[in-house]
């Protein structure tokens, strides 16, 4: 019997769409393919297709990129810039297969405003959503929705924050993306089962061979069809990507690897003499906060000014200035009753805005036992008493905080403006597991040098600007030991010209301020990336704004 010859791949590109709809929630675009489609039927897939010869040059990078343009506004009606795409990984279709592509996969971001025109052509795709990679991988699961291999791994990696949709040039790109990952096709227990090149099986099975790049390694072996859907095998890949999809995790595979530890943070275990048990200072960030900012070793800088010379917006220098606002209060008090109570506090803090809150909230570490935080607050005039599980510290006189100790580690500063307790943001903190903004704060400080890292959700009134902001992003590291290397991003609409804003940071006059403020103010490096104006200032220890002693 003749053996059938091997179908020729053809030239393939699919966009993975993204959109940012508060910060550190990241928004991918589905579409369903028809159930007619020769190729995947019924599957959720992102936007794409073959590459055509009005695309460019046969196997050319702009053919490449011309079919992810016009495929995703054919199918998506989304318009995106195809010099701006970020190529993040590419897939070839086994050699059993009779249809064969070679496909590139793309980043874009859009904006919220172009995303808003994203909708299906009603024939080769007849549903489309947008969804964070978790809330599809519970879809997944909960068989509401047909992942294919490619999809289902990249779509886990993303969750798995081991893959990101970034713009061009912000994130390294993989060296070895000319290097497609060819899998191959076997039947396992009567299941039709996809296996990648790192499975030790791999070389044995038949069909073509592909190398396995470096990058294929994030995703599982293999994948088997049941119960029409692909499930993973071999890997605990998944148990850690659905972590956050519902409050247990199954337990991986005995035969999977156990998950790296390597950067995870260190786990408090339980005192049972002392209730509650300490936790991590981030999991007491409001699971629903729209904007946060993480500091450590703030307090020798004076972040008012820098605030300034970086030009955020009036709502993200409240939130950034929060804990500063604390400190001071704190120091308005007598100045023995300050001085005792300057002991109680570490260095690290965080200061969050939950979406019904007038006040961003801080929290603080604590250096001292509860007991020994409870006898000192009361010393120097505060009230005690218990609501909803907590310790609730109110000064006698006019402090504009609440102080609430969360466990042994950890207090919450509570504006006093708050209706009602104004514990519900912590209530919901202990009871429900992190959000992603606890989790991208927990990332951040891993990070060697942060001083301070901020995120806030627009849009929002900026005082320098013609038009708000949807987004705003700062970051302060040390830069050469006792000097300072800040960054800021402004995220703006689709329909502002970006050039003319930048230009208006640029030429910010200061009024009010020192001239040596003003001089930092001009040396910002700003520009414009996209829709969003970027800034950068690394500042010498001899011109770093420093806190008054």
């Known amino acids: 019997m003749a053996q059938r010859a091997e179908a020729s791949p053809r030239d393939a590109a699919t966009v993975v769409v993204a959109r940012q709809p508060a910060p550190l929630t990241t928004e991918l675009f589905f579409v369903q393919r028809a159930a007619a489609a020769p190729f995947m039927p019924n599957a959720w897939v992102f ?46 279709t086994p050699s059993a297969h009779s249809q064969r592509y070679t496909t590139r996969f793309y980043s874009f971001m859009v904006n919220m405003n172009t995303s808003r025109q994203a909708r299906v052509d009603g024939y080769e795709v007849v549903d489309s959503r947008w969804a964070t990679a978790h809330e599809m991988l519970a879809r997944w699961q909960a068989g509401d929705a047909d992942l294919p291999p490619p999809t289902l791994c990249l779509v886990t990696a993303m969750a798995r924050k081991q893959l990101a949709v970034s713009p061009p040039g912000s994130i ?16 396992h227990a009567k299941h039709p089962t996809v296996v990648l090149p790192h499975d030790p099986e791999y070389a044995q099975l038949a069909g073509e061979s592909g190398q396995a790049p470096s990058r294929a390694h994030v995703y599982p072996p293999r994948l088997e069809r049941r119960e029409n859907r692909w499930i993973p ?23 999977a690897p156990p998950p790296s530890t390597e950067s995870a943070p260190a786990q408090v275990e339980p005192d049972p ?8 200072i981030f999991a007491w960030c409001d699971p629903d906060a729209v904007g946060g900012v993480y500091g450590s070793g703030t307090r020798e800088f004076d972040l008012t000014t820098l605030a300034t010379i970086f030009a955020l917006p009036p709502r993200g220098r409240e939130t950034a200035l ?12 007598s100045v023995d009753d300050a001085q005792a109570t300057d002991k109680l506090w570490g260095e690290r803090w965080i200061s969050f805005n939950s979406p019904l809150a007038r006040a961003p909230f801080v929290l603080r570490e604590l250096r001292a036992e509860p007991a020994v935080v409870e006898t000192l607050l009361t010393a120097v005039g505060f009230n005690r008493r218990e609501r909803d599980g907590f310790v609730v510290f109110q ?12 466990d042994r580690g950890t207090a919450a500063f509570v504006p006093r403006s708050e209706i009602g307790s104004g514990l519900t943001p912590l209530t919901a903190a202990r009871d429900l597991p992190p959000g992603a903004l606890a989790e991208q ?13 901020s995120y806030v959700a627009g849009p929002m009134l900026h005082l320098n600007l013609a038009h708000d902001v949807e987004q705003a992003q700062w970051r302060l590291r040390r830069w050469q030991s006792d000097g300072l290397d800040g960054a800021i991003a402004l995220m703006l609409g689709a329909d502002v010209a970006v050039g003319s804003e930048v230009a208006a940071l640029t030429q910010r006059e200061g009024i009010g301020e020192t001239e040596r403020t003003r001089a930092l103010m001009r040396r910002v490096a700003f520009e414009a990336e996209g829709q969003t104006a970027t800034g950068r200032l690394q500042i010498p220890a001899r011109d770093v704004p420093r806190a008054a002693r």
């Open 273 to 280: 003499d002392v209730a509650p048990a300490s936790r991590d």
């Open 172 to 187: 390294p790109a993989p060296t070895d993306l000319h290097m497609p990952i060819l899998p191959k096709v076997m039947e």
């Open 233 to 255: 095998l071999g890997s605990a890949l998944l148990v850690m990507a659905i972590a956050g999809c519902r409050d247990e995790a199954p337990a991986p595979s005995a035969a």
């Open 395 to 406: 000064h006698q006189r006019a402090f504009p905080w609440k102080i609430v100790l969360l």
């Open 441 to 453: 704060l927990r990332d951040d400080a891993r990070q060697n040098d942060l001083i301070l890292t």
């Open 322 to 333: 929060a804990d500063t606002a604390v400190r001071s209060a704190l120091g308005s008090l």
């Open 47 to 92: 936007p794409g297709g073959r590459v055509d010869s009005a695309d460019g040059d046969p196997g050319s990078d702009g053919a490449f990129r011309g079919a992810a343009a016009r495929e995703c506004l054919e199918e998506a009606h989304l318009a995106v810039d195809p010099t701006r795409l970020a190529w993040i990984d590419t897939w070839l």
